[in-house]
């Protein structure tokens, strides 16, 4: 009969931490939910993921007995550099994990795990804001973000051939009561969809999914987008690890890393940012 031992079920053990912690990072993150994951293009040995994106045709009516012209598609890449590595790195004294009546490490596990998710979101909503069309909010103080501006986005998108489904709209905290308010806005909890809630999802106006985000620089602005704005690539599943520290300290040390990437694709033309600086 063949025995179980540490050495068989290490591996076992790790992988389900890093389920666990996945998870954790999926279900915590606002932004990472509303934008594209590339992270099964991860070579191994790469520092970079090349995201290739083509032109369009254009059709033509042929009249008779004439000869078309042929037509040619135009390729590019958006390169992801995974150059952001995300760390947290923590003691677990002797004392505090014996008298506590709590599983101290899970406890960390759990807070590392939201901390990155806010680390991965600020990543990205660093990227979202960055954009070539812009409009301005309307008012000219205590900026609220309007009907009129949400439409004036939708109409650019729309004018952009930005595809009508898989577009979302990221506003900040202090926004969400005008929101909430806005005629036409339909809140989460009355509507049924065939997708799951991401995370921070208020509801949908104009064919915008709304999320609500604590990442942004200012209160006074917010972004529309298509879902291909941003990319977002991981090396590897985040990383849990543990070690017993120096004999002096009678601590053992804790630490979770996450190498990725976050890029704007197509130089920002799949997003409107508005602000109240702004021009159209």
Same mark, same amino acid.
């Given at each position: ?35 594209? /994951? ?97 409009? %301005? ?23 952009? /051939?930005?595809? %009508? ?28 969809? *065939? ?8 509801? *949908? ?9 604590? %990442? ?18 991981? %090396? ?45």
């Amino acid at each position: 009969m063949a025995d179980t031992g540490v050495t068989e079920t290490v591996a076992t053990s790790i992988d389900v931490v890093a389920a666990i912690l996945q998870q954790e990072l999926i279900e915590k993150a606002v932004l990472l939910g509303t934008i594209t /994951d590339y992270s099964s293009f991860v070579m191994a040995g790469a520092n970079t993921v090349k995201i290739p994106r083509t032109g369009s045709f254009s059709v033509t009516n042929k009249a008779e007995n004439t000869a078309t012209t042929t037509a040619n598609l135009t390729f590019a890449t958006d390169s992801i550099e995974l150059n952001i590595h995300g760390h947290i790195v923590a003691e677990i004294e002797d004392i505090a994990a014996e008298q506590s009546v709590l599983d101290i490490e899970a406890v960390y596990m759990e807070r590392m795990a939201t901390a990155m998710a806010l680390y991965v979101d600020n990543q990205i909503a660093g990227a979202i804001v960055k954009g070539t069309n812009e409009i %301005q909010l309307s008012g000219a103080s205590n900026l609220v973000l309007t009907l009129s501006n949400i439409t004036d986005a939708r109409k650019q998108l729309n004018e952009a /051939d930005v595809p %009508q489904e898989d577009r979302w709209l990221a506003i900040p905290a202090a926004q969400e009561e005008a929101m909430l308010n806005l005629d036409n806005f339909t809140s989460a909890d009355k509507y049924g969809s *065939r997708d799951a809630l991401v995370n921070g999802e208020i509801g *949908r106006v104009y064919g915008f999914r709304v999320v609500v985000t604590n %990442q942004f620089a200012s209160d006074s602005e917010f972004t529309a987008y298509h879902k291909s704005h941003v990319a977002f690539a991981r %090396q590897v599943s985040p990383k849990f690890e543990r070690q017993r520290g120096a004999l002096t300290k009678l601590a053992d040390e804790v630490s979770l890393s996450l190498l990725f990437g976050v890029k704007q694709l197509d130089g920002g033309s799949r997003a409107i940012y508005a602000d109240e600086t702004a021009v159209a």
